[in-house]
């Protein structure tokens, strides 16, 4: 609706013939709607300060949303965030139940048209995950954790620095998270800081999407905890600089009470196997990656440690060698690895180097596989 010039300028004299009484109904209205419906706010809706979110890259126009650096939190939009390590976000479309394009990407809080923030969903902005997964770092460097969005573009945004010699306990949610999907991570070489790894990156260094190794974890209905580390199969491919240079670095599954653990050793050492080698039992995935997966059941707790393999590591975190290991541009594929009972953990993943290239989910005996690189899929 258009509103004329000549009522614009008689306010007083519209509200008094509309006979509002404020006392039964503060609201102005003109025409029958509300003033604050007609006049919108402008500009985009500001990051929150008093919600319990981490403000994210916030020299980019996302201004510490977790969103893409060149991307606006616009009204009429999800505007996806971050949580503190360990907890998970809380906030998305309550209509979307499934992994789906678009509905993927529509999580966070949502900026209405007015230019304000609304919480479609009770119970706040963040919550704290399962706690059954501890980042251990026996490195001489801090170690930079890099979550995906989920749902939301899946950039690895989400930061977790782990101090030397320091422990940090991981978002892991459990099946009632958003559409029962996993976290994932991307674990950046050891003395990448999390502004420099947690977002996308270039061949100019192996961070961010270009990272070695990346990670998986979720809990079932049953309270098991699938944990994966593999290898990023970004890293692999022909046209990555660093496809045959071994880190210099690696990272490992334990458990402080290994009867409670399936699946162990779970190990990736390039000084043993050379790139996209694993330690244990291991399976390939999408972009010929290889992974290995723990079970860490009822509720128990696993670690994944990092470790330097020269006794020291630098920023690049690679080092002089040979290995095998080959990609893909984009595929999906799947391994299992068993737990007690009938519990199980798969894991997939999709090739995709660049923001915005297509995902790869497919349904696989009941279960769901999603992306990106790491996922775990808890039992059906």
């Known amino acids: ?181 996993a976290s994932h991570f991307y674990i950046n070489p050891p003395g990448v800081s999390v502004d420099e790894g947690c977002k996308w990156g270039s061949t100019s260094n192996p961070y961010g999407n270009w990272a070695p190794y990346v990670a998986g974890a979720n809990q079932d209905s049953n309270k098991n905890t699938f944990v994966k580390i593999g290898w990023n199969p970004v890293y ?18 334990t458990c402080d009470d290994e009867s409670k653990c399936n699946g162990l050793p779970c190990e990736i050492n390039p000084s043993k196997n050379g790139v996209n080698g694993i330690v244990g039992s291991g399976s390939s995935g999408a972009g010929g990656g290889d992974f290995c997966v723990v079970t860490a059941q009822n509720g128990a707790t696993a670690n994944i440690e990092v470790f330097d393999l020269d006794g020291s590591s630098d920023g690049s975190g690679s080092g002089s060698g040979s290995g095998s290991g080959s990609g893909s541009g984009s595929g999906s594929g799947s391994g299992s690895a068993s737990a007690s009972g009938s519990a199980s953990a798969s894991a997939s993943a999709s090739v995709h180097r660049k923001r915005g290239e297509g995902h790869v989910h497919k349904k696989r005996d009941n279960q769901i596989t999603k992306t990106v690189y790491t996922t775990v899929v808890r039992d059906s």
């Open 1 to 181: 609706m258009i509103i004329p010039y000549s009522i614009l300028f008689q306010l007083p004299s519209v509200l008094a013939s509309q006979n509002v009484n404020q006392e039964s109904d503060p609201r102005k209205k003109i025409e029958n709607k509300e003033i604050s419906a007609l006049f919108k706010r402008s500009g985009n809706c500001q990051f929150p300060s008093d919600k319990g979110m981490v403000a994210v890259q916030t020299s980019g126009k996302n201004a510490g949303w977790a969103m893409h650096s060149d991307q606006e939190c616009t009204p009429g939009s999800w505007c996806p965030y971050a949580c503190p390590p360990g907890q998970l976000i809380n906030q998305w479309d309550p209509d979307v139940t499934s992994y789906t394009y678009p509905g993927s990407q529509w999580g966070g809080l949502w900026c209405n048209e007015n230019g304000e923030l609304e919480e479609k969903r009770n119970g706040g902005c963040c919550y704290s995950g399962t706690g059954t997964v501890v980042v251990k770092n026996q490195s001489g460097k801090n170690s930079a954790w890099c979550q995906t969005v989920l749902p939301g573009n899946e950039e690895m945004l989400i930061p977790t620095d782990v101090d030397a010699g320091g422990k940090a306990t991981i978002a892991v949610p459990d099946p009632s998270y958003w559409a029962s999907t």
């Open 236 to 253: 692999l491919e022909d046209s990555c600089p660093f496809k045959n240079t071994k880190p210099t670095w690696g990272i490992k599954i």
